[in-house]
């Protein structure tokens, strides 16, 4: 009752208002336009106030529709008078005392009026890094605005948050009286100087190392190290002595080759300051954008040298100008890449075509092979040492033995209806360390991570060689890896959550996915989850693929289940991904059958096998008996002494008696039967006689 008295009272106070203004003559004074233009302004903002109090209480749609509509007609009267006052005020005439008859040549200039644009509310989520900047926007904005009211204020307030900030306040009434515990709650909980310090110097000493020169990574490094150290100045920490720290610290987020331009400037060998640092660094930056700019308008800029035999650079860029347009494969006046003849032909027999004239298989010019090649052009498509014209599909059917593998297979589409398999949408860090959108399709049967070239060139992460056999169903090997790389995956609804894995290279994953749009507005279950691809129904194509070492590791347990032939959501660290069977009705268009298949065979390249093969120790001789009795033997009668000497005992007794056979010795004479100890007595002899 006293809400509605005291709005029984505020609409009387309008009356009277509105029968003053009514009552305006031609002279009325401005002053008094003036003060009934406040005091209109007072008024509405204290039945504004008044009006959501008594909405808070209604019970019933049909009271709340009363209250609204009397509301309304007060809302009405208000722009009313708003209106006249602007009227009367807009055609105030305004008298200057004119000083002198010359007073009207020397008038002052018109000044213009310009339209500021619109200034949105600042927001805050609640990141204690974000606090001090939101606190001082709304404290200008809104908090220090006396012409709003503390109701208005709260409001404002409650809209400004997002998350955990507005979870705070999400149970307060908004209320005058509210807005003071509301305000002071949020300073209790995120203006802790200690946090903010250290909050601060996380950000400053985690930033992302630089794998390569880039001068947009160098200025986002500049620009966050001079933001963090401003804000801890603010909070009254002493940055002034922590020159040599900070200045260690981003010269270890530099790239090698950064960080050896940046020693070579040094004159002596003091520590030089941040300050020389970072104006050092944004030099650098500026000039790596100047060479960026120059590159690109010389490859842009048409050539007008004739060219020469051995260094021709660009063979795939097609606006070249060149003086010789003689065709090296039909010998007409045109250049290679417009020839018809060669265009019209496939793959396979564009390939025939260049071997049969002896062109370089890579920029398709006489005079040298392949590997010979000058340019530093490669393969689009697999970026392999030929040309992009040459690239087709290779289909190898292996006789020899068969070898484990991993088969992945999805049928993705029936007769009747849709399949839809798990995507999400991911974050990767490129060569720079930003993060770039990528869409992953989550496959637990394969044995492999794998990556498109496009995506590798996009992110221009390194590759890494290898050798890979990728095949799919009936053991049909499909394509080969040549290359890996190693992908840091962020979660794209949890940035804490990040996974590492190595993908092979190959030219693509697989087709759209889905093939067909589905219409999902009817599957609740899955309409107010954190989805890992909210467009996991709009057909859409595929940059990685993630085997089973990932989708073990990002697995959560949580599964939602809706109606009968519809799919199904799973929780994961990526997000919830959707999966299964979707209705006939809900799929636009005729279906496609569509299959995704990818195994690995990690085999050894032939070329090393066979050299280590050649290199094997050759297997060991099974022995004959007489050989093994030699053997024997040899280990008895043989032996080495401390000095290394080989000492061989005599194989023969001195008292036993052998019969030697009578074969001629080195003099020429006949060894006669006898024992040992004669024979070489008599050997003796002949010898002395032979000497003498």
Not at 2 to 28: F, G, M, P
Not at 172 to 197: F, H, P, S
Not at 548 to 561: H, Q, S, T, V
Not at 581 to 606: E, F, M, Q, Y
Request: hydrophobic share 35%; charged share 25%; aromatic share 6%.
């Amino acid at each position: 009752d006293s809400l509605r008295q005291k709005r029984k009272a505020l609409k009387s106070s309008l009356t009277r208002l509105k029968t003053a203004i009514d009552a305006y003559s031609d002279d009325v004074d401005a002053g008094l336009v003036e003060s009934h233009s406040l005091r209109l302004n007072e008024i509405w903002n204290d039945l504004n106030i008044n009006h959501f109090a008594i909405l808070d209480l209604c019970k019933t749609q049909s009271e709340f529709d009363a209250q609204q509509g009397d509301f309304d007609i007060s809302e009405s009267r208000v722009i009313e008078m708003r209106a006249k006052l602007f009227s009367v005020s807009r055609y105030q005439p305004t008298s200057h005392p004119m000083q002198n008859s010359s007073a009207s040549f020397h008038a002052e200039p018109k000044v213009q009026d310009v339209r500021l644009p619109k200034l949105d509310l600042p927001t805050f989520s609640g990141s204690i890094q974000d606090w001090m900047s939101f606190h001082d926007l709304f404290s200008a904005t809104i908090h220090n605005n006396h012409s709003l009211m503390p109701a208005q204020k709260l409001q404002y307030l409650k809209l400004s948050l997002r998350g955990d900030a507005a979870r705070i306040l999400q149970s307060m009434k908004v209320t005058d009286g509210n807005y003071a515990i509301a305000w002071e709650l949020l300073t209790n909980r995120y203006e802790n100087r200690r946090e903010l310090v250290f909050a601060h110097i996380k950000r400053l000493t985690m930033q992302s190392s630089l794998q390569a020169e880039s001068a947009s990574g160098l200025r986002e490094l500049v620009d966050t190290t001079n933001e963090c150290m401003r804000t801890l100045e603010i909070l009254d920490q002493p940055t002034q002595s922590w020159d040599s720290i900070v200045t260690f610290l981003i010269l270890q987020k530099l790239d090698p080759e950064t960080r050896r331009l940046w020693e070579l400037s040094l004159p002596n060998n003091e520590v030089p300051s941040f300050k020389s640092l970072i104006e050092w660094l944004e030099q650098h930056a500026q000039a790596l954008n100047s060479i960026a700019h120059t590159k690109t308008k010389v490859q842009s800029k048409p050539s007008i040298k004739p060219e020469t035999k051995l260094h021709a650079k660009s063979h795939h860029t097609i606006n070249e100008t060149k003086t010789n347009n003689k065709c090296s494969i039909c010998d007409g006046n045109h250049p290679y890449f417009k020839c018809s003849n060669f265009l019209a032909k496939s793959a396979v027999e564009r390939m025939k075509s260049v071997k049969e004239r002896k062109l370089c298989l890579n920029c398709l010019r006489p005079n040298h092979f392949a590997s010979q090649c000058p340019s530093e052009n490669t393969c689009k498509q697999c970026g392999e040492k030929h040309h992009s014209f040459l690239h087709f599909e290779r289909t190898v059917i292996k006789t020899a033995e068969p070898q484990p593998t991993s088969v992945s297979t999805h049928v993705a589409n029936s007769k009747h209806s849709q399949v839809l398999l798990a995507t999400a949408m991911v974050l990767v860090k490129d060569i720079s360390g930003k993060l770039q959108p990528c869409r992953a399709f989550i496959d637990s049967g394969s044995q492999a991570n794998f990556v498109t070239n496009i995506c590798v060139q996009r992110l221009r992460l390194q590759r890494y060689p290898i050798n890979v056999d990728i095949s799919g169903l009936a053991a049909t090997e499909i394509t080969n890896a040549r290359h890996y790389s190693i992908l840091n995956v962020v979660s794209n609804v949890n940035k804490q959550y990040k996974l590492t894995v190595e993908a092979f290279n190959i030219s693509r994953v697989t087709g759209l996915l889905p093939n067909l749009p589905c219409d999902s507005a009817q599957w609740d279950h899955v309409s107010t989850l954190k989805l890992a691809d909210p467009n996991f129904n709009k057909p859409g194509s595929i940059d990685i693929l993630l085997g089973a070492d990932a989708y073990a590791e990002i697995m959560l347990g949580e599964i939602r289940r809706g109606p009968a032939d519809t799919p199904i959501a799973q929780e994961t660290k990526l997000g919830w991904i959707v999966y299964g069977r979707a209705p006939p009705s809900t799929v636009s268009g005729k279906p496609i059958p569509h299959i995704v298949s990818c195994s690995t065979h990690l085999n050894l390249d032939k070329s090393l096998q066979r050299f280590w093969q050649l290199e094997d120790l050759p297997m060991k001789r099974i022995l004959t008996a007489e050989e093994k009795c030699c053997e024997e033997k040899f280990r008895l009668t043989h032996r080495r002494d401390e000095k290394g000497m080989n000492i061989c005992a005599w194989g023969i007794n001195n008292q036993q008696r052998v019969n030697f056979c009578y074969t001629p010795n080195l003099f020429g004479s006949e060894v006669p039967k006898g024992t040992l100890s004669e024979c070489v007595a008599q050997e003796s002899k002949e010898l002395a006689t032979n000497l003498s």
